[in-house]
């Protein structure tokens, strides 16, 4: 047993101790062996919980919600950084995302079958699997200092990914609300309700900062605080209206991309703060992984990795030579779309607070997949952009 006052020590010091130990072993790996420095984050998070540190827990209050945030600022960073003008000038790229989530989400739900599940979890992993984690893709491309026609390309599709994912888990929730209660005006509340008013309030907003900002002339440093506490305003506002931060703060960044405000590189990822939240939220999601889970699902989640990663591969090396790039560029785009953890989970999160009682169990089985996800995917995206000759490293 520890003595009460240890413990209580342990509790207060626990988050600011893994914050820092993660930090610490990320930049010595990555300057050493070069390992993308999510993976180190994701490890101590995972260690973390595995040792269970008095303190490091999903139960204290308020750090759902940070993670929220955390997660919010990249994808109204990932969505600033789309081109809706590229879709109209080659719609092959916006038929591709839409076509290889489909896919996957095909593949998955086929695969699980395999395995003893209920059919309300089985669409449910099929619609998160869909999704490329724009936080992994997102902060390897920044560590590699990354950019060309895959990275641009990974960074649409992964866009189009998560929005295919939520949209998709929406309808999923819906189905269930209908066969569990028979009412077809809740289901549809919960669904297309709860999407529909997601990109209302992000598309609102992105239109009325840029509008502000033009009616007081800021330095660079204040645009960016603007930007984050519309992003903070948005994530509060979606979780008392029980809305989709994730979805409302993409499109928030999509409109205040189109409005022309101008985001130099050093604010795109929100400086010192967006870096220390990156820390919090991979160590964060990390911790959320259940250790007594992994063994029964390692299987399963070792044959949802591979078709999941199958389907986004051939998908994307089918569509190549249309969408304009080449079968090998279109191979490493496949395989740089790997990660899914954070978005995936943080989303599954979401919908079981807001009710869907499948989300809980969905966790637990995909606790596998997970795991592997969390610890190789960001390896093979750094792999796969460096494979692209699109970094820092490769061009020197």
Known sequence: ????????????????????????????????????????????????????????????????????????????????????????????????????????????????????????????????????SPAGV???????????????????LSAINCFMAVLTLKLVVGYWTLSTSGDFALAAFGSIHVVGTSIAVGAILGVAVPWLLRLR??????VTVVFALAVILLTTAAYGLKLSPLLAALTFGIVARERRVHLTSAQRDFGTAGDLLSVFLFVYIASLLTWTDVPTTFLMGIVLILIRTASKVVC???????????????????????????????LIEETRLYGFEPAVQVLAAMAGMMLLQELLGPVVTQRALMAAHETHVTKE
């Open 316 to 346: 994307n090396v089918a569509a190549a030579r249309l969408s304009g790039i080449s079968e090998r560029k279109g191979l490493l785009t496949g395989l740089a779309l790997t990660p899914m953890s954070a978005f995936a989970i943080l």
């Open 138 to 156: 997102l902060r390897v491309a920044h560590e590699l200092r990354s950019s060309g026609q895959a990275t641009e390309r990974v960074l649409h």
């Open 1 to 132: 047993m520890i003595p009460t006052d240890i413990a209580f020590l342990l509790q207060a010091i626990a988050w600011p101790l893994v914050l820092l130990l993660a930090w610490f072993l990320a930049e010595g790996l990555h300057e050493r062996w070069h390992l993308p420095r999510v993976t180190s984050y994701v490890a101590v998070g995972l260690l973390a919980s595995l040792i269970n540190l008095p303190g490091l827990t999903p139960d204290i209050a308020g750090l759902p919600f940070l993670a929220n945030v955390a997660l919010a600022l990249v994808l109204f960073e990932l969505g600033y950084r789309i081109n809706l003008r590229w879709f109209r000038h080659n719609y092959w790229v916006l038929l591709l995302g839409v076509i290889e989530s489909l896919v996957t989400f095909g593949v998955v739900y086929w695969a699980t079958g395999w395995f003893t599940l209920p059919t309300d979890q089985r669409l449910m992993i099929a619609a998160v699997s869909m999704a490329a």
């Open 217 to 222: 002339v800021s330095h660079e440093d204040g």
